[in-house]
């Protein structure tokens, strides 16, 4: 069995599969940086054990994050209480592709490796463009199995948080798919102006990436990214747990390193 974990800006996303990669469990807590391995510890304990699974039959741990100080939390949780030490992931790492020579690498989000990697593990032969709806918006392109380039954007949450926090009258909405573009009272604006606009600068960003790659197979992931895929006919696929799968196929493509 394998604890994998995705830290992201806004959440921790816990994974845990067993030897096939079939996920039995996933979970999430908030990215707390004040957190302990031990506060951790206490989550994963009492969640596990809700659904029955038994943290004795750990036997490898996987951790990527995007935030330097939780890191070193689940390295401590690994060695205290799994006497396991958690294989990382970075570009150091043996990975399904390479950068093109133009581009330069340095300090690439993990996150970023773990959707690029399963990605093109589930479709080794296709040129991919991937897009995570997380805190900060991403988008990958590979050609040819080589990353050629990218994107980042501000999120689907952020962007409704700096609406609301910019401004003394505008309120918090959730986001979702409003009934008209044509919204009736402020916050049916809101939401109308966030969820079509988003869904627009989606859409022509695949548009322009288009121009410059054949027939890419396009793929989405991320919490929010299921309502909007639901509206961008050129998304071919949404992927919920492209990253909790990621890390198994990283983890096995690198256990003996460790
Ligand atoms: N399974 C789910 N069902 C419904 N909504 C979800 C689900 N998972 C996540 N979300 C919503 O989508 C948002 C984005 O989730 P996601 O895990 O992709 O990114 P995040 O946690 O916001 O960002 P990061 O990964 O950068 O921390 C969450 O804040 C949550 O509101
Ligand atoms: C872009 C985010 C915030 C997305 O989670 C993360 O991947 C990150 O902090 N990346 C570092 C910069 C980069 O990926 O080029
Ligand atoms: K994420």
């Known amino acids: 069995m394998l604890l994998a974990f995705d830290i992201g800006n806004t959440h921790i996303v816990s994974g ?45 741990i996987i951790v990527s994050s995007v935030v330097p100080s939780l890191l070193t939390i689940f390295d401590f949780l690994g060695r205290k209480y799994f006497k396991i030490v958690p294989i990382v992931v970075d570009l150091s790492l043996k990975l399904p592709f390479t950068f093109a020579d133009n581009l330069n690498p340095i300090g690439f989000g993990a996150d970023r490796i773990i959707d690029i990697t399963q990605a093109l593990t589930l479709y080794p032969d296709r040129n991919l463009v991937i897009f995570d709806f997380g805190t900060a918006t991403t988008y990958e392109v590979l050609v040819d199995g080589i990353y050629v380039g990218g994107g980042i954007l501000p999120g689907i949450e952020m962007s409704i948080n700096s609406l609301y926090g910019s401004t003394a009258k505008l309120p918090k909405v959730k986001f979702g798919k409003p009934d008209s573009v044509l919204g009736k009272d402020t916050v049916d604006q809101i939401k109308a102006g966030i969820f079509f606009g988003y869904a627009g600068q989606i859409k022509h960003l695949i548009k322009k990436i288009k ?33 909790v799968q990621g890390l198994f196929t990283i983890y096995h493509q690198n256990k003996t390193l460790s």
């Open 16 to 60: 845990v599969l067993n030897d096939s990669g079939e996920v039995l469990l996933t979970f999430r807590v908030s990215s707390n940086e004040k957190l302990t391995e031990d506060e951790f510890f206490s989550y994963l304990r009492n969640i596990t054990k809700f659904n029955n699974i038994d943290l004795l039959d750990v036997k490898g």
């Open 211 to 243: 121009e410059e790659v054949d027939n890419p197979y396009v793929i989405a992931t991320g919490g929010l990214g299921r309502v909007l895929s639901g509206e961008i006919e050129e998304i071919d696929e949404y992927c919920s747990d492209l990253s």
